[in-house]
């Protein structure tokens, strides 16, 4: 992978983050339910980093504390998306994980654009 696109990942990483801890963190962790402020909110991938097809979709992350994102219990994560998102979309989301993604360079400006749109619409 080009130094290039390891870059444009990181980058969309923290953007993406950002964007769903401020989407999100008024709700509070998605699943011990704890209050959460921005700056304690984290960006908790239900299906997790590794697989690229599910990395940014915005239904595959939620505001997590640091505890539950940093803890195994990946079984009440998927208890409260369903409660969510509904069964279908979590089985669809499942199988998506693991198919094979490869963004090109392209791809990755596309998402970091928007993700700078979201999260500037997201703050005002």
């Given amino acids: 992978m080009s130094k290039l696109k390891i870059a444009l990942e990181k980058r969309l990483d923290e953007i993406f983050g950002k964007y769903i801890r ?3 963190f008024r709700k509070g962790c998605i699943t011990c339910g704890c209050r ?6 984290t960006c ?3 299906m997790k980093r590794r697989h690229k097809a599910t990395r940014w979709s915005e239904i595959n992350c939620n505001a997590q504390c640091w ?3 940093h803890s195994d219990d990946d079984a009440l994560y998927r208890l409260r998306l369903v409660n969510l998102i509904g069964e279908a979309e979590v089985q669809q989301l499942e199988s998506l994980a693991h198919d094979y ?3 090109t360079i392209t791809d990755l ?3 970091i654009t928007k993700f700078k749109i979201l ?3 997201a703050t005002n």
Avoid: M, S, W
């Fill in 101 to 103: 993604a490869d963004f």
């Fill in 44 to 46: 908790g991938h239900y």
């Fill in 36 to 41: 959460l402020t921005y700056e304690t909110a």
């Fill in 119 to 121: 999260t500037h619409e």
């Fill in 109 to 111: 400006n596309d998402l």
């Fill in 22 to 24: 401020i989407r999100d």
């Fill in 67 to 69: 505890a539950c994102n």
